[in-house]
Structures are given as C-alpha cells and as structure tokens.
C-alpha cells in the first residue's frame, strides 16, 4: 500500500478542493485486513457522494477501489452474487439489468460504491437496498479482525444501519452479499412518477430503471456539473402528537405514515420557507429541488455549505418547530 499525497476535488461529489497528506488506493482485497497494521488514523473513502469535507483530512484517506462479482449460488429462481466494496453502484445495477436480475433496478443512477450502500440503506423510489442484501462482510479497522453480518444484524432503518451507530468508524466493509431475482420480478412501480414514465402496464425491470434514470436525471443536478450529494437533509419523523398540533396550523402539510410517527417530506418545508434558490456564500439551496444544497460557483467552501445546511435547519426550526437531521456525512464533526 502506497502512501501518496492528492488533491482530492475530484474524489467528492460537492467538488471541495482539499489536499490530502496521507493517500492510499485499497485495490487489493488483502489489504483490507493490513490497514490496522498502519497504525494511522484512517478515513474511509467511496465515491465521496455523501461526505462534506469542511477541513482537509489529518487522517490517511483509504479510498475503496477494489473490483469483482462473483456469484455464491444460484436456482431457477433467485441468484446470491458477492460483490467487491469498490464496485460502483450504478454499473452494478446496470449489469444486474443485463443478466436479467431484479431487485435493484428502482435504485439506478444513485452514485457512491457497492460497499457504501448498507452504510445509510441507500433508498429510492420505494425501494432500500436492505430489501436485496443477505450479508455485508468486512474488516475491524483497528483489529484487522474479519466479520460478516447477516441482514437482521445490520440493523437496517430509514437511511440508517449498524455502520452509522454501534460500528460508525470501527469498520472497513470489503463486500456485500445480494440476493436477487431470476424471474418473477417484483416490479415496484409505486411511486407515481415512475408509472407516468412507462409505456407498458407490464413494465420489464429494464423499462423501470430508465424510467428512474429519466425522472433522476429531470429532478436532480449532475454532481459532475453542479457538485451536490444529493438529499442533505433526511425527510423527518415527527411525533404523532406535534404533527396534529402543525396540521391545525399549516392544513396544507404532506405526510406519510411511518412506523415511529408521521413522515414530512423535508424538500416541502425548505421550499415552504421560500430558501429554493438562496445562496450563501458560494453555496446555494437548488432551485428546481429544494433537499439538495449545490456547490454553486463551485469553489465554495465546505463552510460555506455547512453555514447554508445550518441556515435551513433553523429556518424550518423557526416556521415548524421541526429539526432537520443531514443526512450527509459532515467531515470532521461526523467522524469523532
Ligand atoms: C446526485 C446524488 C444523488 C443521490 N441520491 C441518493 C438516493 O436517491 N438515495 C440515497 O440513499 N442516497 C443518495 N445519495 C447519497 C449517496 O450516493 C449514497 O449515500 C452512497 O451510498 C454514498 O456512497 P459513497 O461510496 O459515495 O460514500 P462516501 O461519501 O465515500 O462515504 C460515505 C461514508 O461512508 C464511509 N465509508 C466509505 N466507504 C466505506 C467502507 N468500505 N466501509 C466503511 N465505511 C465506508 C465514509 O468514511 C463516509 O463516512 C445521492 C448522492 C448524490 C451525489
């Protein structure tokens, strides 16, 4: 494993420009279990799509490249693969789709690595990645010991999973175990704008995952031409009790059922409080999709999008009395 020092603006999708001190490129699998032999501090890195950098690292950044796909078993109806931590999740999707796989389609275009995926249970259009995994397996990062976790172990919740609690920072997932389907897809086309975009009431899983590629790519900017990381904020969970309290107050307010209260869409409250479009510093809430903050000049700051993150938290504090959680990793308040 070789140290290097990088400039790392093209490893993180809000494209902070940041140098890095210590660098290592992890393509091999058995350095997975060497990394605690460092004895470093060591920042795990992906495809840096869910990450803000407001500093640069002091840590050494690892950054997962490892590749391969192997299938484990196989009947007539549902396949196991293993697959490398590096992989990227949408080309992975998109060979599912070639080979005639299902489960995953609803999840295309989301960007990061295959080994990142269980961290927060990436999600989209009614379908979480925890609905496909059978196990995630990995390395203790100081122990260089390795683990495997069935799904129930993992924890699964809304964009949350062992890996952002008991095991936030403890451990290095090196690869994820799928089970998908052969045939009798479970095509889910619940989510409204994904029928509006197909043709054929007999939808195959390819028709759903360009349909989930046109709505993301009419809804969501580019982190290659706008740097963003997506949703900032998770949509929050309100106790039953405020949300009757609000519903009197704002008759307008969406939700959704939840099993530990009510549901609010938190892109309607940020739009709500009229912040689609505000900038601040070189930072601004994107236009056309309020959940997303961008990198607008792109040579904001970290700080500048923290400030901007921060400025809607108390704003929607103000007007609803409802605290937006981020759901993007703050570097470095989320990793001490
Ligand atoms: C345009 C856009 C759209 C998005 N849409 C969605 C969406 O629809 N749904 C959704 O759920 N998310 C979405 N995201 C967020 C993001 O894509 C996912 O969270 C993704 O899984 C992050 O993967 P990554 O490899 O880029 O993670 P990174 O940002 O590299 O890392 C995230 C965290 O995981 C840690 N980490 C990285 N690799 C490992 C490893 N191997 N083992 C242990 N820890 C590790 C890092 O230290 C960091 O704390 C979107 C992001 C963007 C930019």
Redesign the pocket.
């Known amino acids: 494993m070789k140290i290097i020092q990088k400039n790392i603006k093209n490893l ?2 809000f494209g902070i420009d940041l140098e890095v001190k210590e660098f290592i490129s992890l393509t091999d699998e058995s350095d997975f279990s060497k990394l605690s032999e460092l004895n470093k501090q060591i ?9 803000l950098f407001t500093e640069a690292p002091k840590e050494c950044v690892v950054h ?1 490249e490892t590749k391969g796909k192997s299938i484990v078993k196989q009947d007539d109806s549902f396949v196991y693969i293993e697959v490398a ?1 590096g992989e990227n ?1 949408h080309e992975f999707v998109l060979w599912c789709i070639d080979q005639n796989y299902g489960g995953l389609e609803n999840l295309s275009l ?4 295959v ?3 269980p ?2 249970n ?3 259009y009614g379908v979480e990645v925890k609905d496909c995994i059978i196990s995630v397996s ?1 390395y203790g990062l100081e122990t260089g010991k390795p683990f495997k976790l069935k799904n129930k172990e993992c924890d699964f919740g809304y ?1 949350n999973s062992i ?1 952002k609690n008991e095991l936030k920072g403890k ?4 690869s994820v175990v799928f089970k998908l389907t052969k045939k009798a897809h479970q095509i889910n086309t619940s989510y409204g704008v994904i029928k509006a975009k197909l043709s054929s009431s007999t939808p195959s899983i390819r028709d759903v995952s360009n349909a989930v590629i046109t709505i993301r790519k009419e809804k ?4 290659n031409i706008i740097g ?4 900032f904020f998770k949509n929050p969970i309100i106790p039953n009790s405020l949300f009757r309290v609000l519903k009197e107050r704002h008759p307008e307010l969406p939700s959704y059922p939840s099993d530990d209260g009510v549901k609010i869409p938190a892109g309607w409250l940020i739009d709500k409080c009229g912040l689609k479009g505000y900038e601040l510093g070189g930072a601004s809430v994107h236009k056309k999709q309020a959940l997303v903050l961008i990198n607008k000049s792109g040579k904001a700051t970290g700080n500048d999008i923290l400030s901007l993150a921060k400025y809607v938290q108390k704003t929607v504090r103000d007007n609803y009395e409802i605290e937006l959680e981020m759901e993007v ?1 703050i570097y470095p308040q ?2 001490r």
């Open positions: 993180n999708t920042l795990l890195l992906g495809g840096g799509s869910n990450i997962i931590s999740w989301i960007p990061g690595n080994g990142t995926a961290i927060q990436i999600g989209a990995g964009r890996f451990t290095i997932i090196s969501l900017p580019d982190p963003n990381a997506g949703s990793n989320s990793f």
